[in-house]
T-cell receptor, first 115, second 109 residues
Framework: NAGVMQNPRHLVRRRGQEARLRCSPM?????VYWYRQLPEEGLKFMVY????????ESGMPKERFSAEFPKEGPSILRIQQVVRGDSAAYFC?????????????FGEGSRLTVL | QKEVEQNSGPLSVPEGAIASLNCTYS??????FFWYRQYSGKSPELIMS????GDKEDGRFTAQLNKASQYVSLLIRDSQPSDSATYLC?????????FGTGTSLTVIP
């Protein structure tokens, strides 16, 4: 039973390039969350998606960042025109449900370095 | 503003002692409560979940929830050096999971 799968695990981009991070939730999970974590800091919520729907994107920067969770395939977090401040670990997590008993399971993360 | 507060630490305990980690939350509508362990450079790993007032034990770990005081705690008995990590408290309210900034625990051999 595979866990939450993220790729790439490590990504290096130059300023101005695009970064695409992928996340396949655990089997049977339809809720996907993306978090960003800077070194020595806590997890910052970015976006919550269900299949084909963005439910809550209140943590996403207004520009350059977008996310999707299509009917088929993984969820994708896209960062356009990356800047050095985007360097961070990006974690995807999935849950089978929200509310009581909705546990959240994390992938291994994608570590983005912007040169 | 929904907040989850934790002491950042660092918390140091000798091997074999009890480590006590605390967390408070602001949203009285919170429904579910979780403790995650995160080793340096790794992803958060769920170690305990608790949904009702009282204690919940799992091996060396005990989670305690007091909704009236909006307080969650995690006790680690017989602490081991391998327990050295950052412990994140998380609270689920509606669609959202809110995380504290974590408490760094070091278990000294």
């Amino acid at each position: 039973n595979a866990g939450v799968m993220q790729n790439p695990r490590h990504l290096v981009r130059r300023r101005g390039q695009e970064a695409r991070l992928r996340c396949s939730p655990m089997k049977g999970h339809s809720h996907v969350y993306w978090y960003r974590q800077l070194p020595e800091e806590g997890l910052k919520f970015m976006v919550y998606l269900q299949k084909e729907n963005i439910i809550d994107e209140s943590g996403m920067p207004k520009e350059r960042f977008s996310a999707e969770f299509p009917k088929e395939g993984p969820s994708i977090l896209r960062i356009q025109q990356v800047v050095r401040g985007d360097s961070a670990a990006y974690f995807c997590a999935s849950s089978p449900r929200t509310g009581t008993a909705g546990e959240l399971f994390f992938g291994e993360g994608s570590r983005l370095t912007v040169l | 503003q929904k907040e989850v507060e934790q002491n950042s630490g660092p918390l140091s305990v000798p091997e074999g002692a009890i480590a006590s980690l605390n967390c408070t939350y602001s949203d009285r509508g919170s429904q579910s409560f979780f403790w995650y362990r995160q080793y340096s450079g790794k992803s958060p790993e769920l170690i305990m979940s608790i949904y009702s007032n009282g204690d919940k034990e799992d091996g060396r770990f005990t989670a305690q929830l007091n909704k009236a005081s909006q307080y969650v705690s995690l006790l680690i008995r017989d602490s081991q050096p391998s327990d050295s990590a950052t412990y994140l408290c998380a609270v689920n309210a509606g669609n959202q999971f809110y995380f504290g900034t974590g408490t760094s625990l070091t278990v000294i051999p």
